[in-house]
């Protein structure tokens, strides 16, 4: 079974650009997540569908940060424009449900650095 | 305060010793918890899951939860050096909800 798949894995980009990243989850998995984890941190939730809604997007800096899941399945996060303090690793994941104890799959994440 | 506290460490033990790693959270609705491990520029990935008080073993981990308490541990018996890596706590509130997630604790299992 395939796993969740991103690209790309590094990007180095200018303070004020744009870039954008895209997910594709485990086939069949209903749930998509997109986590932010700056170095020495945890992962933080960004934004998380299912299928094709939102159901928590509650900690997206939405004034520079989008997200989209085109027909439930990829998905892309763009972030316009970029400040220093976004350099992170981008995690998209996926789960079958988000039922409890249902497992979460990660990606090898995004790797951002803006200069 | 964070909703998910872990004592970053790093936590140094030597081969075939106990790890003892520790995990608190501030929501009293959390269902369910969750032990990820990350190596150094990796991903995180599942070691175990546990919702109910008690313990739950899986070969040589072991979840413990007590949620009267609202802490949450990991121990790892005959830790290896193929077991330094960070730590992830996590929890969940309700079935479909997001996983909040601790900023971890440093392993680092000596030889």
């Known amino acids: 079974e395939a796993g969740v798949a991103q690209s790309p894995r590094y990007k180095i980009i200018e303070k004020r650009q744009s870039v954008a990243f895209w997910c594709n989850p485990i086939?069949?998995?209903?749930?998509l997540y997109w986590y932010q984890q700056i170095l020495g941190q945890g992962p933080k939730l960004l934004i998380q569908?299912?299928?094709?809604?939102?159901?928590?997007d509650s900690q997206l800096p939405k004034d520079r940060f989008s997200a989209e899941r085109l027909k439930g399945v990829d998905s892309t996060l763009k972030i316009q424009p970029a400040k220093l303090e976004d350099s992170a690793v981008y995690l998209c994941?996926?789960?079958?449900?988000?039922?409890?104890?249902?497992?979460?799959?990660f990606g090898e994440g995004s790797w951002l650095t803006v200069v | 305060q964070k909703e998910v506290e872990q004592n970053s460490g790093p936590l140094s033990v030597p081969e075939g010793a106990i790890a003892s790693l520790n995990c608190t959270y501030s929501d009293r609705g959390s269902q369910s918890f969750f032990w990820y491990r990350q190596y150094s520029g990796k991903s995180p990935e599942l070691i175990m899951f546990i919702y109910s008080n008690g313990d739950k073993e899986d070969g040589r981990f072991t979840a413990q939860l007590n949620k009267a308490s609202q802490y949450v541990s990991l121990l790892i018996r005959d830790s290896q050096p193929s077991d330094s890596a960070t730590y992830l706590c996590?929890?969940?509130?309700?079935?479909?909800?997001?996983?909040?997630f601790g900023d971890g604790t440093t392993l680092t299992v000596k030889p």
């Open positions: 994941a996926s789960s079958s449900d988000g039922r409890s104890g249902n497992t979460i799959y």
């Open positions: 996590a929890v969940r509130r309700t079935n479909a909800g997001k996983s909040t």
């Open positions: 569908f299912q299928n094709n809604g939102v159901v928590d």
């Open positions: 086939s069949g998995h209903a749930t």
